[in-house]
């Protein structure tokens, strides 16, 4: 891995004058999950059009032939997860200059289950009032099933989709507070399984519920619809979601190469605006446009998933076990509670797991999280967006809270309670039991000082 101080002032990149689009016809890349949505909506609501933006939607079959596309110049710009700018920006598997204009959204994942595993937890769950299992699960409820699975001669595997997804990390997070070590990555070792508890692997979203159903991996950590439709099948139950692991959990977001921005930095603020008023329009009254979204996102061309399943999440309620219906209207957060704003204290979160589990292999100073932060994240081009969307009158001032260092104040909302403050990276990972703090490395498959 290359690590490079990357100052502030290199993440300035000029933003001329709304003087017309450079580049006028664009294809963008997704991959089939419903926090897409922006994307969809920003082009069947003519959003796209109304920036002089003529937009071909592209579905990619996983997140690393996403990556690779945007970086060759075959698409100019795609749904991202959250990892992928800064992992690449910092040399973490396919390396590329890489920058986040805008969040897509927060939240909208969970960790679903086999029915065996389930059977399995469930005995030893607390209830509520209504004898339901009480929420959050923690993750020590998978320990019987974790015995189970070692008396039967095996690990007990679970999926994400790539390696620096939310996905990982939630799952990761979730597990450690449970006292589950799920293993390190290293320089000479990238399958994350080092020292671990269980056995983490990368299974493409689509393919989720048919491997679970085959037995091939116990458990599954992944957007909608993919978890929705495991009880839509019967063959899984979703246990959490990503917003009981960490509320407002950085997802998705939208990247594109730094050397697309430079040569065309108009329309890359008219792509901002495009997809800020489509997340608006998503979180509308709340929630009133998601019947609506949700049968859009069903079309092949899109989702092309069952509209109810799509609708579980989309439409502010959340099935668990089968008939466990529970209301969550941030279960997908696209514009409420300033959700599209890139924080550079979201990027740092991420850059705290990649370093917890040895993606990021040495330590590193503070600065280098912020300056890395704000090489890649680019609040300055989403405010100047939302600034043109204000004078046109298409969005007020008062949608907006222009944040002005781009931290989040600290805050605990984790399922262990731990304090995060973005300011302070190093301090935080500090604070865990599990994994890599201060000095510490892996070096021939165990933790060193």
């Not at 993606?359 to 967006?385: G, L, S």
């Not at 984790?414 to 403050?421: L, R």
């Amino acid at each position: 891995m290359r690590h490079l101080l990357l100052s502030a002032a290199l993440a300035g990149l000029p933003l001329a004058a709304p003087a017309g689009v450079e580049k006028d016809m664009l294809t963008l890349g997704f991959i089939k999950l419903t926090d897409m949505a922006p994307l969809a909506i920003a082009r069947e609501k003519g959003f796209f059009e109304d920036e002089g933006l003529t937009v071909t939607l592209e579905a990619q079959s996983n997140w690393k032939v996403l990556l690779d596309r945007v970086l060759s110049g075959e698409i100019d710009g795609a749904h991202m997860l959250a990892g992928q700018p800064l992992a690449s920006t910092i040399g973490y598997g396919t390396a590329g200059a890489l920058i986040a204009p805008i969040a897509l959204d927060l939240n909208g994942n969970a960790i679903t289950v086999s029915n065996a595993v389930w059977d399995l937890m469930k005995p030893g769950l607390a209830l509520d009032g209504a004898g339901r299992p009480r929420h959050p699960i923690p993750a020590s409820a998978l320990l019987p099933a974790i015995e189970d699975a070692a008396d039967r001669g095996r690990m007990f595997a679970m999926g994400m989709v790539f390696p620096v997804s939310p996905h990982n990390y939630e799952l990761r997070y979730w597990l450690a507070a449970g006292g589950i070590n799920p293993g390190f990555y290293a320089p000479d070792d990238t399958s994350g399984q080092i020292g671990a508890d269980v056995l983490l692997s990368v299974t493409p979203p689509p393919q989720m519920p048919a491997t679970l159903e085959a037995g091939t991996i116990d458990g599954y950590s992944v957007g909608e619809p993919w978890n929705q439709a495991a009880v839509a099948k019967g063959i899984g139950v979703p246990v959490i979601s990503d917003a009981a692991i960490f509320q407002q959990n950085p997802e998705k977001v939208f990247g594109l190469t730094r050397a697309f921005a430079e040569e065309n930095p108009n329309t890359v603020i008219a792509l901002t605006k495009a997809l800020i008023r489509a997340q608006m329009w998503l979180d509308a009254g709340d929630n009133a446009n998601r019947a609506e979204a949700v049968e859009i996102l069903a079309r092949p061309e899109y989702v092309g998933a069952d509209a109810a399943v799509i609708a579980n999440s989309m439409t502010g309620t959340f099935e668990y076990e089968r008939g466990d219906i529970r209301d969550e209207p941030d279960f997908n957060l696209f514009f409420r509670g300033n959700a599209a704003f890139p924080y550079y204290s979201d990027a740092v979160w991420t850059l705290t797991q990649m370093r917890r589990w040895g993606q990021i292999a040495t330590a590193m100073p503070d600065e280098w999280y912020d300056a890395t932060a704000k090489a890649v994240y680019r609040p300055d081009i989403f405010t100047a967006a939302a600034q043109q969307l204000i004078a046109e009158g298409k969005a007020a001032g008062a949608d907006f809270d222009f944040d002005p260092d781009g931290y989040r104040a600290p805050n605990a909302t984790f399922i262990d309670g731990v304090v995060f403050d973005g300011t302070r990276p190093n301090a935080y990972l500090d604070g865990f039991a599990i994994g890599l703090k201060g000095d510490q490395k892996v070096v021939a498959g165990a933790v060193a000082n």
